[in-house]
C-alpha cells in the first residue's frame, strides 16, 4: 500500500501549497504539481518503485489539481472520479514491492518501522489539511449548489478551513491509536458547542423564517469531514 500512501502525500502537498500565498494563485497549481512531483521522485529515490509506476499517482493528481481550480469544481465528478483513482492505486499497490533505502534504513533503526506505515501516516496527515476540505467543500455543493446563503464567503466556512483539519486530525489521530471513546468526546464537544446554533436555525425553520445556517448542511459538513479522517485511519490497520 506504500503507492497509496505516495498518492495521498502528491495531493496533501498540492492541495496545500496551490493556494499559498493567498491572493497569488496564477502560478499556484503549478507550484503544487511541482511539489508532488519532487514526492514522487522522492518516493522512486527512498523506496526503489518503478518511476512509471510512480507516473500513475502523479497523473491523478495533476487530474484532481486542473479539476478543482481554486478549491472548487462545478460538478460531483472530480470527486467520483477521486474515489475511483483511490481504489485504483489501492489495488496497484498491492502489487508494488519496496526494496529501496528508506526500507534498510528504518529497519535498521532503534526502533524498526514499517516504511510502508511510514509513508502511508505521513500521506494521510497532508491530506486531511487542505484535500479533505476541498472534498467536504465539493459534498456540500453538491447538496446545496442552488442556495445562496450558504457561500465559500461566510464567515462559518472561514473558520472551518482551520478548524476542520484540526478536527480530522485529532480523529484520525485517536482512531490510529484505538481510542474510540475518546472521539466519541470530541464529537459530543463539537455538538455541544453548535447545539445553540443549530436550536436558533430549527426555531426560524418552524416559525417560517429563512435560517442563516441549514442544521442539514452542518451536519452533512461535519459527518463528511469525520467520515474523511475515520477511513484514512483504517488505512494504518
Do not use: H
Not at 87 to 98: F, H, K, Q, R
Not at 207 to 219: C, Q, R, V
Amino acid at each position: 500500500m506504500i503507492l497509496l500512501g505516495y498518492y495521498l502525500a502528491m495531493l496533501g502537498v498540492a492541495d496545500a501549497t496551490r493556494g499559498l500565498p493567498r491572493g497569488r494563485q496564477r502560478w499556484g497549481a503549478l507550484r503544487g504539481l511541482l511539489l508532488a512531483l519532487l514526492v514522487g521522485v522522492l518516493g522512486v529515490q527512498l523506496t526503489g518503485i518503478d518511476p512509471l509506476v510512480m507516473l500513475v499517482p502523479f497523473v491523478f493528481t495533476v487530474a484532481w489539481v486542473t479539476s478543482t481550480p481554486g478549491g472548487r469544481a462545478s460538478t460531483r465528478w472530480p470527486l467520483l472520479a477521486l474515489l475511483v483513482s483511490l481504489a485504483g492505486i489501492a489495488y496497484l499497490s498491492l502489487s508494488v514491492a519496496t526494496p529501496g533505502p528508506l526500507d534498510e534504513w528504518l529497519a535498521t533503526s532503534a526502533a524498526p518501522v514499517d516504511a510502508t506505515r511510514v509513508v502511508l501516516l505521513l500521506g494521510c496527515g497532508l491530506v486531511l489539511l487542505e484535500t479533505a476540505n476541498i472534498v467536504v467543500r465539493l459534498v456540500l455543493a453538491s447538496e446545496s449548489s442552488a442556495r445562496s446563503d450558504l457561500s465559500e464567503d461566510s464567515s462559518d466556512l472561514k473558520g472551518g478551513r482551520i478548524i476542520g483539519p484540526l478536527e480530522r486530525l485529532m480523529v484520525f489521530g485517536l482512531a490510529a491509536a484505538g481510542q474510540f471513546a475518546a472521539i466519541g468526546g470530541v464529537l459530543a464537544a463539537k455538538g455541544v458547542v453548535r447545539f445553540p446554533e443549530l436550536s436558533r436555525s430549527v426555531r426560524k425553520r418552524k416559525t417560517g423564517e429563512a435560517p442563516s445556517k441549514d442544521p442539514e448542511y452542518f451536519l452533512i459538513g461535519s459527518l463528511a469531514s469525520w467520515g474523511i479522517a475515520l477511513l484514512a485511519s483504517l488505512l494504518l490497520r
